[in-house]
């Protein structure tokens, strides 16, 4: 009997929680123990044959679940906005070829406008290349991101304002990644859940845990089970929504990176089954 105990067919890691490892590493390493799930970081993208990525994906039986991460529209500098419409473009392209039915965003902000600036900026920059993400069959996913990264990283800090965006653009294309790294603290994240699933916009499902304390900003995130993240208790309200896509695991780590990824792939696999 298959129990949900072995269950990795949801299973999906991100190319960035094994850094130390090319994209060929990556999908060999993966599908040797029977995770068929990946998220493609752009970087392991730089310098390769998409043709031949998607052959080798496709020859270990991969599921592109998205391409991270496109974004980082807002600028006070009018050539550095063209500039990302240019970027996110390529994104979708890259996506396409790859067979990625998605980009994720790191919305981006910028510290010498307000915040609502970076947003019109950001809705504006989503419509621009909406048209193309349609003819190519990859659709948005804008993810929200912590309140520490608001100056820099991204106008987009809670599930509400990434569905009241989505609500306005209102577009089959564009939906919501939701990461329990930057949302597990909102006391309105469940009913906020429940909106984005009632309008059919979780596009994907990102999951981590937050360590304490937390020593770097950016690359200390934990393993589930290591931090204070009711990861679970999450995934339960991500699913109650009917929400059937991968849990994708997203991890900057320098403690982890500096340890034998195929040994860390086998406690990915671990906290997945016991944490996740
Ligand atoms: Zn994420």
Redesign the pocket.
């Known amino acids: 009997m298959a129990s949900q105990l072995t269950d990795f067919s949801k299973l999906c890691v ?1 190319t960035l929680t094994t850094k130390p490892w090319d994209l060929r590493q990556c999908v060999e390493n993966y599908s040797a123990v029977g995770i068929h799930g990946i998220t493609i970081w752009r970087n392991v993208l730089e310098n390769q044959n998409l043709k031949e990525a998607k052959t080798l994906l496709d020859d270990c039986g991969m599921n592109v679940v998205s391409v ?1 991460r496109g974004g980082f529209f807002p600028s006070v500098e009018k050539e550095k906005r063209q500039a990302a419409i240019s970027d996110n473009l390529f994104c979708i392209e890259q996506a396409a070829t790859v067979g990625a039915p998605l980009i ?1 965003l790191v919305c981006g902000a910028d510290g010498r406008q307000p915040l609502e600036k970076s947003r019109e900026q950001l809705k504006e920059g989503i419509l621009k290349i909406l048209p193309q993400a349609k003819a190519a069959g990859v659709k948005i996913a804008i ?1 929200p991101l912590h309140p520490m990264y608001a100056a820099d990283r991204s106008a987009i800090n809670t599930l509400a304002q990434a569905n009241k965006m989505t609500e306005e653009i209102n577009d089959d294309f564009v939906g919501i ?1 939701a ?1 329990v ?2 949302l597990w603290w909102d006391n309105t994240l469940e009913a906020e859940i429940k909106r984005c699933g009632a309008n059919n916009k979780l596009f ?1 499902f ?1 999951v ?1 845990d937050w360590n304490v304390p937390t020593i770097d900003f950016l690359n200390d995130r934990g393993l589930m089970g290591d931090g204070c993240i009711p990861v679970k208790q999450i995934r339960g309200w991500v699913e109650d929504t009917g929400f059937s896509g991968h849990n ?1 695991v ?1 991890i900057f780590s320098d403690k982890y990176w500096a340890t034998d990824q195929k040994a860390y792939l086998e406690k990915i696999k671990n906290a997945y089954l016991n944490f996740t």
């Open positions: 991100h991270a994720v993810e990644a990461d790294y930057h994907a990102h981590c994708e997203e």
